[in-house]
């Protein structure tokens, strides 16, 4: 996740950048920059690669600036990590950087180019650059406001003119906190970075635009009118609020799932076309000549690709074979198959062997990854990033989220390419998209509940979770989130397989998590483990009459598509994961055993 610093005050702001963005290493980044106002100009450094490697820089050239600036580091989404792509972008005497999401960067691109603005990275930010010099005739903030009128998408963004005697701040959908210290402003993204120099914080609310000067604030809301500050007094530690005051980095990332789906979505879906823009690097002639679907993928990723079975089989009409990158041994692969591979790292061996050995049979190939410039991209002809910011917590969570969000998309593309869905079957499923953040968040609000049933049954010795359709691949992500954090033994079953084998393990001993928001079949399954005296949780949709009756704990989820429920289930068997690890006090962030990239076989 990008992060933003700035600084106005009496001292020299390059040490206070650079020590600021240090601060916010751990949101992950792949390069960093800062800009300076010196003797009346901006200087400007930046490039890819670590925070200390560019301080030295700075450091042998006389630490130039005086005491104002701005700093960034990149977590890329729109053009690779690269010198040029780095922030701050600058315009004339104008400076910015940006973290967030310019959805319509594209058509602005293509006005400025127009007006004679000359690009030189393939960020989206660099239009706000442009746009923000456009309007400027020596009122920054003036001009600030009259770009972001253009500006579709989410944003912080701080801005800086060579001869603005103040900053501006800006944002929407992204955060920015600013600092008050005794005679100076300090901006963040976060409140890690402002610690060690001030306690003292202000949070900038949606929509608002600020000036900052050394000594004051001055914040207008969104329709202009200038609203009095209030300053929160933060009394967690660092190590707390690197984790945003959440235990662990896991329950954060859960956390952040509303705006990861968010980031997913941005500016790829169409109501009015019912359609996906998805860069595929496919004509819809080639989309409708493909026969198969050859996903290859591991661990949470692989459950990501089981869903899409039945997804595009749906949705596009596509028959779907999921492979374990693993076991991809002596598979041939049929012509007219599009290969997927799916994984947050873009970095997991198996997953890069695999698709290399299916790509020699030919075919065209798709990548669903998190990682910019990470090596599946370069092995693949088109890539839909999920741009759900780095995950530190070992487990997945919100890539896994955030995977599911991208493989709905390449279903609806695929399907309306192929003319198997009608614009306004598409229309439909993508209105019902755009409300899963809020129905993640409902979810969320649930944590108390959760955590109670999962402390009732933390000392279990063994865990089953069943689910059937979309939700069999839950069941699989949830019990391996359960083994994995909890160390707890756990199956993941397909509900009418129950009977041929496992039921043998069922006592009054294993609590079973029964996925049932779609459908009743579900409900003959639970009454099959009731019957052999297991405890179930069942997760249910709200209002569900027959759920209460059957299982032993009932989680109420809202009510939506089958597709989408699947989401909300997993969110669900996250809580339920991490809270049963938290109560046996495992170290969720880092279990035993594991590591977050497996880049060997
Ligand atoms: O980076 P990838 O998505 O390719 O990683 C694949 C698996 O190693 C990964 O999903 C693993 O199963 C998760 N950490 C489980 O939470």
């Keep these: ?120 990275s393939e960020t989206d930010s660099e239009v706000l650059a442009h746009l923000i010099h456009f309007y400027f005739k020596g009122d920054l903030y003036a001009a600030v406001c009259r770009a972001l009128v253009h500006v579709e998408g989410s944003y912080a963004v ?66 202009g009118q200038p609203r009095l500050a209030q300053v929160e007094r933060i009394t967690w530690d660092a190590d707390a609020a690197e984790k945003g005051g959440y235990t662990h980095f896991m329950l954060k990332e859960i956390h952040e799932q509303p705006r990861a789906i968010r980031e997913t979505i941005a500016g790829r879906i169409s109501e009015i076309d019912g359609d996906v823009r998805l860069k595929l690097g496919m004509s819809d002639e080639e989309i409708k000549g493909l026969e198969r679907v050859t996903i290859i993928a591991c661990g949470t990723s692989y459950h990501a690709g089981m869903l899409a079975k039945n997804l595009f089989a749906r949705v596009a009409g596509l028959p779907v074979d999921v492979e ?56 693949v002809d088109g890539t839909i990033y999920t741009r759900c910011g780095p995950e530190i917590g070992v487990a997945a969570t919100k890539t896994f989220t955030s995977q599911l969000v991208a493989i709905i998309l390449l279903a609806i593309r695929l399907g309306r390419a192929r003319a198997h869905l009608t614009p306004d079957q598409a229309r439909k499923m993508l209105i019902e998209l755009t409300k899963l953040p809020g129905l993640v968040q409902r979810v969320l609000e649930k944590r108390e509940e959760i955590r109670k049933i999962a402390e009732r049954y933390a000392g279990a010795s063994c865990y089953f979770f069943i689910g059937r359709d979309y939700l069999y691949p839950i069941s699989l992500e949830g019990a391996l989130k359960m083994k994995e954090i909890a160390y707890i033994p756990s199956e993941g079953y397909a509900g009418g397989e129950l009977k041929h084998g496992p039921l043998a393990l069922i006592t009054e001993k294993t609590p079973v998590v029964a996925l049932a928001t779609c459908g009743k079949k579900i409900q003959s399954n639970i009454k099959e483990v009731r019957a052999r005296g297991a405890e179930v949780i069942a997760l249910a949709t709200e209002g569900d ?17 089958p597709i989408y429920s699947a989401v909300l289930c997993t969110v669900a068997v996250q809580l339920l994961s991490y809270y049963t690890a938290n109560k ?18």
């Design 1 to 120: 996740m990008c992060g933003i610093v700035a600084y106005v005050g009496d001292l020299v702001a390059g040490p206070i950048l650079f020590d600021t963005l240090k601060r916010l290493e751990y949101r992950g980044y792949d390069s960093a920059g800062v800009a300076l106002k010196s003797e009346g100009a901006i200087v400007v450094l930046k490039s890819a690669g670590r925070i200390a490697d560019l301080e030295k820089v700075y450091q042998s050239r006389g630490c130039p600036g005086e005491g104002m600036g701005i700093g960034h580091t990149r977590w890329a989404t729109h053009g690779r990590p690269s010198d040029r792509n780095a922030h701050p972008h600058t315009s004339g005497e104008i400076a910015i950087v940006h973290n967030g999401i310019i959805e319509n960067y594209l058509d602005l691109r293509e006005l400025l180019t127009e007006m004679g603005y000359v690009f030189s």
């Design 158 to 223: 701080a801005v800086l003119a060579a001869s603005s005697p103040y900053l501006v701040c800006a944002r929407k959908d992204s955060p920015l906190v600013l600092g008050k210290g005794k005679t100076a402003i300090y901006v963040a993204s976060d409140v890690p970075a402002l610690l060690p120099y001030t306690k003292d914080v202000i949070r900038m609310k949606d929509g608002e635009i600020a000036r900052v000067f050394a000594d004051r604030v001055e914040i207008m809301d969104r329709e």
């Design 324 to 379: 374990v990158a693993s076991e991809f041994l002596n598979i041939q692969v049929r012509p007219r198959t599009l290969l997927l591979g799916i994984t947050q790292s873009g970095e997991t061996a198996d997953t890069l062997l695999a698709l290399k050995k299916a790509k020699t049979c030919g075919g065209r190939s798709l990548a669903i990854t998190n990682v910019v410039g990470s090596t599946v991209t370069e092995l």
């Design 545 to 561: 009459p027959d759920i209460a009756k059957v299982a032993s704990h009932v989680i109420e989820l809202p009510q939506t598509q």
């Design 584 to 601: 046996l006090g495992l170290p969720i962030d880092k279990p035993r055993n594991l590591a977050k990239c497996v880049t060997v076989e």
